[in-house]
């Protein structure tokens, strides 16, 4: 290591270890993305890749002080590794899987609003703020109960909307979600259902996105005139 940057020449010297946890950071990536707990394949690699760097590392530290071969001085650079994919694994069980639980929970209640008996829906120009419309028709209450059986998961990352509406829905449940129609994706409408308890500014409890609920949007949240979207 020349200082503090670590360079190729340094990892040939602990090739064991590197190889150890590349292997096992790729079989626990495919695994679990085999397995398919979360709706993102990319999250479900990450997560198993995340779990599996630690023991990887732990058997190429082993094999690589039981050789003969091993070079001297790459003491440090193992325990610099050491810690890397002891903060892999810490941050995957105490952040990456609650998370993924978290948004995996949110997902499945919002399709089991298709399973109950809606009253009405609050229409809020923000959280907490007053009801700005009230949808109590029946065929209307209907069409979002199936709209929302039809979600599927979906990862926000930096999108652009053209509106924004937050739902209060009142029946068998509450529940406290925000629906949006994004430029890049003019077909489908992207939720996040929100926690209202815990945060009043309404914290993202997991997103997801319905075709269905782009069609209801435009029915019952768009204006008939200026505001139609195209």
């Known amino acids: 290591m020349n200082g503090s940057i670590i360079q190729l020449r340094d990892l040939?010297?602990?090739?064991?270890?590197?190889?150890?946890?590349?292997?096992?950071?790729?079989?626990?990536?495919?695994?679990?993305?085999?397995?398919?707990y979360h709706y993102s394949s990319f999250h479900n690699f990450a997560t198993g890749a995340g779990l599996a760097a630690l023991p990887g590392f732990m058997l190429g530290a082993v094999w690589h002080l039981r050789s003969p071969q091993k070079q001297e001085g790459s003491i440090a650079l193992i325990i610099f590794l050491g810690i890397i994919a002891a903060g892999l694994?810490?941050?995957?069980?105490?952040?990456?899987?609650?998370?993924?639980?978290?948004?995996?929970?949110a997902l499945a209640e919002v399709r089991q609003i298709a399973g109950e008996r809606l009253e009405r829906i609050e229409v809020h120009e923000k959280p907490g703020g007053p009801v700005v419309?009230?949808?109590?028709?029946?065929?209307?209450?209907?069409?979002?109960?199936?709209?929302?059986?039809?979600a599927e998961g979906y990862m926000?990352?930096?999108?652009?909307?053209?509106h924004s509406w937050y739902l209060v829905v009142h029946g068998d449940s509450r529940h406290e979600m925000c629906l949006s129609l994004e430029?890049?994706?003019?077909?489908?409408?992207?939720?996040?259902?929100?926690?209202?308890?815990?945060?009043a500014r309404?914290?993202?409890?997991?997103?997801?996105?319905?075709?269905?609920?782009?069609?209801?949007?435009?029915?019952?949240?768009?204006?008939?005139?200026?505001?139609?979207?195209?």
């Open 89 to 105: 694994a810490v941050a995957t069980i105490f952040e990456g899987i609650p998370h993924s639980r978290t948004e995996v929970a």
């Open 183 to 199: 430029i890049s994706h003019p077909d489908t409408a992207v939720g996040e259902l929100l926690d209202m308890e815990h945060d």
């Open 202 to 230: 309404g914290r993202p409890r997991g997103s997801f996105q319905s075709d269905w609920l782009r069609r209801w949007v435009e029915e019952q949240l768009i204006q008939p005139s200026s505001d139609k979207i195209p």
């Open 133 to 150: 419309r009230t949808i109590s028709d029946a065929n209307a209450l209907v069409a979002f109960a199936q709209a929302c059986g039809q």
């Open 12 to 36: 040939q010297r602990i090739w064991r270890v590197v190889i150890a946890v590349v292997a096992f950071e790729l079989a626990g990536g495919l695994i679990a993305w085999a397995i398919g």
């Open 156 to 162: 926000i990352n930096h999108d652009s909307y053209s």
